[in-house]
Every structure is written in structure tokens, then in C-alpha cells.
């Protein structure tokens, strides 16, 4: 048989050797480790940690450093180059075959006879052939699923799900924030970090700029918890709310402040309101309705009713009438002409004396 030049005997060459190894220090910096192997309890100073890949010109790179007490494999190469890392052992440990298969969701059949057997899966997590992972320390983590589901999380509780599936990306968490150049959103739960109760507000945030570039938000909603009692909430101020401190705006920069309470009490602030239907509308309350106007109030209408089963008061100044009115239950006649008269008529009545009404004016019923 021909020999191999390039063997040890043949080239000069050292053995190459592969020695298991604990890691006792990590530079961060470096990346290198300090390492005693197990065999001999050799120390090997300042090992280069190997990259699972790493390309020359930097266009990428997966890289890990190992926690301390880990266990790694140290590499000697034949070349009497320094050593290196290379790979990181499993802890094996004895466990029960059935118990195993249970928590791979396997049907367990009941067996005594069965002994406890090595398994390399230690804090591994549960995965199928062909999946692909990567765990952290705390458990945060990345899954290539071999159904072509990627999973990328930092718990059971944040994490992202981007599925084949009509194309569908899902989002688990308890919080959740989103930041672009011109909004900010976020679903909060006011849970104190340590806390398991479930009995805790909840609350949507969203701020909109009109322009991407604008240095303050426009529109503010808030949904959920806001108070004991508020449930919704929402501003209008151009350029005037605070994307970073929440209840900032003066009320008088605010177009709009609509502010609903969890009993359907509602509260609008508007200073320019123009309301536009065009279907019917109706205003319905079962209580008090109240309406103060700074400025002047006009309606128009091709008809105007009012039912009221109560007593009507008008308080003013003076009071105008044209075209056609009616008082009580008879047919309405002009009283154009007769305006002026008809309110001196509603003084004197007002002030007791017994006068009767002015022409053209017919009175049907007359409240005692």
C-alpha cells in the first residue's frame, strides 16, 4: 500500500487532535475563551472561537460566545497552528423512555419493563426533522420550520409567526409598540411586570402626524382603560400633540376633544362643527340635553316640528317673527303686519292684564 505523504510520519506534521474541554473564561472583546480539558486538565490560554460561519469580507457572519462551565471541543491542528473552538458538547442525561415520548406528544404505552436511557436533548426544544433553531440562554429564539412557518420570539408571550399559509405574519404579545416616521401605535396592558393578574386595564394608543416630517402628531386616539370611567378619547390639533408625552395639548389648540365614558356618556369639544347627513338622523337622550352657543345659532329647514309635552320658556332680548303662526290647535294666519302688536300683546299678558290677542291672531288654547 502507498503511503500518504501527507501523513504525520510521512509530511512532519503533528496529530491532529480533538480534545474535550470546560470553558473557565470568556473574552468578549476577542472572542476567545480559557479552557482546561478534561483529560489531563491542560490549560489552553486565549482560544480563538470559531464562527459556525464567518466570510472574509464581512458580508456575514453567525456567531456565538459560550457561557462559562459550558463544555466545548478543542481542536489541535495537525499544522501545530494555534488551537481553537470548535464545537460545544451535550450534557447527556438518564430519562424515562415514556416520559420522553410524552412530551413529544407521542401516544405512551404503559411498560415496566422498560429502563431509563441516554438522551442528548437536555434544554433542547421540541422540534421535527428538518427544522432548524436557534435558543438563547433565555429562551428567546428563532425556528425555521420545515413547514415553512418561521418563528421569531422572545417568549410564548412576544413572539412572530410568519406562515406560508395565505401569506399570514401573526403577532403574541403582551405589549405591543410600532413606530414609523409619522405614527406611533401601541396596545398596552397595565401589568405590573411581576404581576399574573388578569384583572388589568388595557389600552390602544395611536398619534398621527398630517406630514411624515412634522416634529408633533395631529390625531390622537386613545381606546380601552383610560380612567374609572373613560373609555375612548380623541384629539384633533394640527401639529400640536406630543408624540412622546401622552395629555400634553392646551384645550384651547384643540379642534376636537371627544371623549366617551364607559356609560355612554359623551363629551365633544368642537370649535368649528359642520355636520353633513344625507339620510335622516335622530338625536335620542334619556336625560337632560343642554346646548350653549357663544356665537349665533341658526337652522335652517324647508319644516320645523316641536312636541313638547312640557312648558316651553324663551328667554330674550327680542324675539322676530315673519310669515304665518298658529297658537294652539287652529289654522295658521299671517302676521307680518301684525308682529309688532303680537309681542306687545305677549308683554301686557305676561304682566296680568286681561287684553285680548291682536287681529288676524287666534288663540285655541290658553295655559291657565
Known amino acids: ?70 463544555i466545548c471541543f478543542v481542536e489541535l491542528c495537525s499544522d501545530d497552528t494555534p488551537p481553537i473552538i470548535t464545537q460545544f458538547a451535550d450534557l447527556p442525561e438518564m430519562v424515562d423512555p415514556q416520559q420522553m415520548e410524552a412530551e413529544a406528544g407521542l401516544a405512551v404505552e404503559a411498560s415496566d419493563e422498560e429502563e431509563q436511557q441516554m438522551s442528548y436533548s437536555s434544554t433542547k426544544p421540541k422540534m421535527l426533522q428538518e427544522d432548524w433553531g436557534v435558543v438563547g440562554r433565555l429562551n428567546n ?67 398621527v402626524n398630517e406630514d411624515a416630517d412634522d416634529e408633533k402628531a395631529s390625531v390622537q386616539l386613545d381606546i380601552g382603560k383610560l380612567s374609572d370611567s373613560q373609555l375612548l378619547r380623541l384629539i384633533v390639533s394640527p401639529a400640536n400633540i406630543d408624540r412622546k408625552e401622552a395629555d400634553t395639548v392646551d384645550e384651547d389648540d384643540m379642534l376636537v376633544d371627544l371623549k366617551i365614558a364607559k356609560d355612554g356618556t359623551t363629551y365633544w369639544k ?13 338625536l335620542t337622550t334619556g336625560k337632560n340635553y343642554e346646548m350653549d352657543i357663544n356665537g349665533s345659532h341658526r337652522m335652517s329647514a324647508r319644516n320645523s316640528e316641536e312636541y313638547i309635552t312640557g312648558t316651553k320658556r324663551i328667554d330674550a332680548d327680542s324675539v322676530k317673527i315673519t310669515g304665518s303662526v298658529t297658537l294652539g290647535g287652529g289654522d295658521a294666519q299671517p302676521i307680518v303686519g301684525n308682529a309688532i302688536a303680537l309681542m306687545a300683546w305677549f308683554a301686557e299678558v305676561a304682566a296680568g292684564a286681561g287684553v285680548s290677542p291682536p287681529p288676524n291672531v287666534i288663540i285655541t288654547h290658553v295655559l291657565a
Open 1 to 70: 500500500m502507498p503511503r500518504d505523504p501527507m501523513s504525520p510520519t510521512e509530511s512532519g506534521l503533528s496529530q491532529f487532535r480533538k480534545l474535550r474541554a470546560k470553558v473557565m473564561d470568556v473574552d468578549v472583546r476577542r472572542f476567545t475563551a480559557d479552557v482546561v480539558t478534561e483529560q489531563g486538565g491542560r490549560d489552553y490560554k486565549d482560544v480563538p472561537i470559531v464562527s459556525s460561519y464567518w466570510h472574509t469580507d464581512g458580508a456575514g457572519v453567525v456567531p456565538v460566545l459560550p457561557a462559562i462551565g459550558s
Open 141 to 207: 429564539f428563532i425556528f425555521l420550520r420545515s413547514s415553512g412557518t418561521i418563528e421569531v420570539g422572545a417568549s410564548a408571550l412576544c413572539q412572530r409567526t410568519y406562515s406560508q399559509v395565505r401569506g399570514t405574519i401573526r403577532d403574541f404579545a403582551e405589549n405591543y409598540e410600532l413606530s414609523i416616521p409619522g405614527a406611533d401605535l401601541a396596545l398596552v396592558t397595565d401589568r405590573e411586570e411581576d404581576s399574573s393578574d388578569g384583572n388589568v386595564g388595557t389600552r390602544f394608543h395611536l398619534a
Open 270 to 282: 368642537n370649535y368649528e362643527f359642520d355636520l353633513e347627513t344625507t339620510r335622516s338622523a335622530s
